[in-house]
């Protein structure tokens, strides 16, 4: 979606005036309102909002963030917000030019610093903006929903509490409470209710989960080599064989169940296909994982793997960005699943770029594994709100041809080309410059015992040779001492003659 819709900013005293624009204007009828702030952003849906009423709104130290409906806004001031100070929020909301109005403290500024950054500000230089260092920790955010009442017109009506009613599942369709399967939720998934939880409430609670979850000693052990099981191939040699699309008869049966009446195939009204993209691609990467990651045996954790490496499924948490799908891939097999290995996900990564380049059926007869991967245990859930519906697009030719997936493929593997490791927010450049330095340590710390140990043994060869030299002189000296004594008996014999 195009960032056209841009948060304006003014600085009264102590106060941080926004204003949000919520109704798209296209680019044929006009651009973004003067004076529009270029460090704010808008990311979501397509779809127009409805319900403004229903928003989530956040606050960190330098970031205002707001999810209207379908769609999040970001702000990031050059002044520090003063969250404390926060016990009500006013939220104004003119529905005839459809702009959302509030006001947030700020604490007072050092002189000093609010001249240089103002400087930078009204220079309207992106680049010397973004030189500010205030980048955005989503765990650091304060949620202040609670504390927010919105006024919906200006008819000086109520002030009324925001309210939580956001969709999910495939092409965000499903609205309301989850239908009830027969499984425990917080086994399969860390989304209990995914109505009352924003997707930047999702966003933000896999984050923090991720961050908890991360094990720097795990990947320590695979970034020198893959800790692979005995008596297992090494998984980063295998070869997927794409040309195995043959189904089975239970695969032929299910496709059939899903597919067989025209009103099933039919696409939600006014859907997002760039959302329903980056889940596919979500699920996908997570397939690949699997398949690399077994050689293509599948296992009883492959339901497992399948699930929790798909934030998609596993946190009902919608995608705009291809960029966001592959970075939260990387992360979550970094810290999750057996092989936590940089360059092994990438593998992974390619290895989905193969499949949407021309291997249509083989991504269908994958789909339909997944499908019967969480029907055997309780990931029926996931079938439901996603599975059922990704099977359906994908054999669907007229809104997926086989040539919208080869762009897909071009896509992501541009997108693979721009992300390093630094962008994944785990610190791994300097826990690898950790580890070499470990290593290193233990070279030298080996070569010195080695020293050490030679040294001992010259020591010890050097004794013998100092024993040996002294017993060679001991035998010497009585040597010496016993041809003195046979001399000196000689010479009293011949004097004891001449006195005779």
């Not at 009500?88 to 604490?107: E, G, T």
């Not at 925001?162 to 309301?176: C, I, P, R």
């Not at 996603?386 to 593997?413: F, G």
């Amino acid at each position: 979606m195009s960032n056209i819709l841009k948060i304006i900013c003014e600085y009264s005293g102590n106060l941080c005036e926004l204003q949000v624009p919520l109704k798209k204007i296209s680019p044929a009828t006009g651009a973004a309102e003067p004076g529009g702030s270029s460090n704010s952003s808008c990311i979501g849906s397509g779809r127009e909002i409805v319900n403004v009423r229903n928003s989530d709104v956040f606050l960190g130290d330098y970031h205002f963030l707001i999810y209207v409906d379908v769609r999040l806004f970001k702000f990031r001031s050059y002044r520090r917000f003063d969250a404390k100070d926060i016990k009500n929020l006013m939220l104004f909301y003119n529905n005839k030019q459809h702009v959302l109005f509030l006001q947030l403290p700020c604490l007072p500024a050092n002189e000093e610093e609010e001249r240089r950054d103002n400087r930078k500000i009204r220079s309207n230089d992106k680049k010397s903006f973004n030189s500010i260092e205030r980048p955005l920790d989503l765990g650091k955010l304060k949620r202040i929903t609670d504390l927010c009442r919105i006024q919906l017109n200006d008819d000086n009506q109520d002030f009324v509490k925001l309210e939580a009613k956001f969709d999910y599942g495939f092409a965000s369709k499903f609205h309301g409470k989850i239908r009830n399967f027969e499984c425990d939720l917080k086994n399969i998934s860390r989304i209990m209710e995914p109505s009352k939880a924003s997707p930047l409430q999702r966003s933000i609670d896999r984050n923090i989960h991720e961050m908890r979850d991360f094990s720097r000693e795990q990947y320590k052990l695979n970034f020198v080599e893959l800790q692979i099981p005995d008596g297992h191939d090494n998984p980063a040699l295998f070869n997927i064989n794409f040309k195995d699309t043959t189904l089975t008869s239970d695969e032929e049966s299910l496709l059939h169940n899903l597919t067989c009446k025209p009103e099933m195939m039919k696409m939600p009204k006014d859907f997002d296909q760039v959302e329903v993209d980056c889940g596919l691609i979500s699920i996908l990467l997570a397939i690949c994982y699997d398949i690399r990651s077994t050689t293509n045996e599948a296992n009883c954790e492959s339901g497992w793997t399948r699930s929790i490496l798909t934030p998609t499924l596993y946190y009902f948490e919608p995608f705009y960005r291809l960029r966001d799908v592959v970075i939260s891939f990387y992360r979550r097999s970094l810290i999750y699943p057996l092989y936590r290995n940089y360059e092994f996900s990438r593998h992974c990564v390619e290895d989905c770029i193969q499949a949407l380049q021309m291997h249509s059926e083989w991504l269908v007869k994958q789909l339909l594994i997944t499908h019967e991967l969480f029907n055997v245990g309780e990931r029926a859930v996931f079938n439901y709100y996603y599975l059922d519906d990704y099977i359906r697009y994908i054999t669907n030719m007229t809104v997926c041809p086989a040539t919208h997936l080869q762009t897909l493929a071009y896509n992501l593997k541009n997108v693979l080309l721009d992300i390093f490791k630094k962008h994944l927010g785990l610190g791994l450049t300097d826990l690898e410059s950790e580890l070499l330095r470990e290593l290193i340590t233990d070279i030298h710390i080996a070569s010195s015992n080695s020293e050490d140990e030679s040294e001992d043994q010259e020591d010890g060869e050097g004794e013998a040779d100092d024993a040996g030299t002294e017993s060679c002189e001991s035998e010497f000296c009585n040597s010496n001492e016993s041809s003195d004594t046979e001399e000196n008996s000689v010479i009293e014999k011949q004097m004891n003659e001449l006195k005779l």
